[in-house]
């Protein structure tokens, strides 16, 4: 039996029909083509599915997709405005924070829900915030070093 969601996707009402043992990250995926949220594990563990629901960063592939019901989801493909990156994305690219990309869409999603919050977010904060996501490939020194260049650009600073 499929049930009816509403809620805020990417800033625009959305409305889906969809079976309620579904996991947002395969109705993302699947049903909604946005295919920026990666699997990873499937377990919640490594981060590379993270969204932002309500602003804060969600592990999408254990989140039932009716808990969004209502609320606001944002993914990767979300954040951009007007063909604007937003600052992370803007700083991951300047600081050649990503090698495979495969954890990117996550990190930056868990590094904006943070910036969020606190845009005055010191570096040990940071590593703190990212510990959990995973990355394989090594990048974690410049991914901080994004997160720290978009922070003061979203104080007002360069």
Not at 1 to 17: A, H, P, S
Not at 44 to 72: H, M, Q
Request: hydrophobic letters at 35%.
């Amino acid at each position: 039996m499929e049930v009816k969601i509403n809620f805020t996707l990417n800033g625009k009402k959305t409305t889906i029909l969809t079976d309620p043992n579904q996991t947002l990250l395969w109705v993302l995926r699947n049903q909604l083509g946005l295919t920026g949220t990666k699997y990873g594990c499937g377990n919640g563990f490594c981060g590379a599915c993270t969204v932002l629901i309500n602003k804060e960063p969600v592990r999408s592939c254990i989140t039932p997709v009716t808990d969004v019901s209502g609320k606001e989801v944002i993914t990767i493909e979300g954040l951009a405005r007007n063909g604007k990156l937003n600052p992370v994305q803007k700083a991951f690219v300047e600081h050649d924070a990503l090698q495979c990309g495969f954890c990117t869409p996550g990190m930056i999603m868990t590094a904006t829900g943070m910036l969020m919050k606190n845009p005055a977010i010191t570096r040990k904060e940071i590593i703190e915030g990212l510990e959990e996501n995973l990355c394989r490939c090594g990048a974690h020194g410049r991914i901080i070093d994004a997160v720290e260049s978009a922070a003061k650009e979203m104080k007002g600073g360069k």
